[in-house]
């Protein structure tokens, strides 16, 4: 019997199975989630807590949301997700002192679009749409799919 994440998964790879649809992706889904998180993390809000200033960028939600999505289908899958996500943060921070914010948000929303653009080539060559227009959750489940395919290699549960 499935688990709720491999029917999640299931779900997604039936409009992912040719080989280049499947390679655009491989490119294309870590990309936008991280310059959706570059992109989100351009806008923050400051607050004093206890006369101490503290600075919540939105591109820190999205990840709460998304290992609370996460945790409900997959331990392992959240760590993996949620070790991701501080990679691309950590990026982010480290491309925060090389470039202003205008630099960055063009960076971002270039490399945001060409990724949608080309996921949308890699479904017209699939013939089939992408799974978020069913779903919006299939937005959270496209980068874990992914990591599933590397969690299988390594022999690592899904659990």
Known sequence: MNTPI????????????????????????????FTLLGLLSLL????????????????????VIAVIFYLRL????????????GLCIWLINKLSLSFNTTELLIIYIVAFVLAWIAQFIGHEIEGKKPKFVEDIQFLLIGPAWLLSFIYKKLNISLK
Do not use: R
């Not at 040719?18 to 889904?29: A, M």
């Not at 923050?44 to 990840?63: G, R």
């Not at 997959?74 to 996500?85: A, C, D, E, K, Q």
């Open 44 to 63: 923050s809000y400051t607050f004093i807590l206890d006369n101490q200033e503290i600075t919540v960028n939105l591109a820190w939600i999205l990840v």
């Open 6 to 33: 491999e029917k999640w998964l299931e779900m997604y790879g039936e409009s992912h199975q040719n080989k280049t649809n499947k390679l655009i992706h491989w490119f294309c889904v870590p990309v936008i989630t």
């Open 74 to 85: 997959s331990y392992s899958l959240t760590i993996g997700m949620f070790i991701f996500s």
